[in-house]
């Protein structure tokens, strides 16, 4: 772990072969902020409209690459509607490179964690744009 990085998310170097090694394959992130900022308060830092990273983006022209996937706290779970979402837009490929974030890497590494567990096997926790060195790599997917 690279210092001040949560726990799990990846490092500068594996972050690097990750990408290296989708060789051309469309990587997918998944953010797994909460838009709903009553349940989330923290996520408006950068998720909010005119934040530095707007969950609002996601699946937009400035960040076609990228789908909101809530990571539920309370349920300990991937928001079921998002998990389904993502099944489409992998075609069911488990082997789909995907990034997961949310603002620092807590969440991003419990979605890694869920999606692994649903059988996605190339998964990757990218932090979030309180991980500059990292974000600046992937944010605009």
Known sequence: MSAGRKPGVASDEEFDAFVAAASGRQILVVDARNPDFSIEPDDAKFGADGGSAPISLCGTPARPNSMNIPYERAAKRLQP??????????????????????????????????????????????????????WIKFGEL
């Open 81 to 134: 509607r998002g998990v389904e979402a993502l099944a489409v837009k992998t075609a069911g490929d488990k082997t789909t490179p995907i990034i997961t974030h949310c603002g620092g890497g807590g969440r991003g590494q419990k979605a890694k964690e869920a999606l692994e567990v649903l059988g996605y096997t190339n998964v990757i926790n990218g932090g979030g744009p309180a991980v500059d060195d990292l």
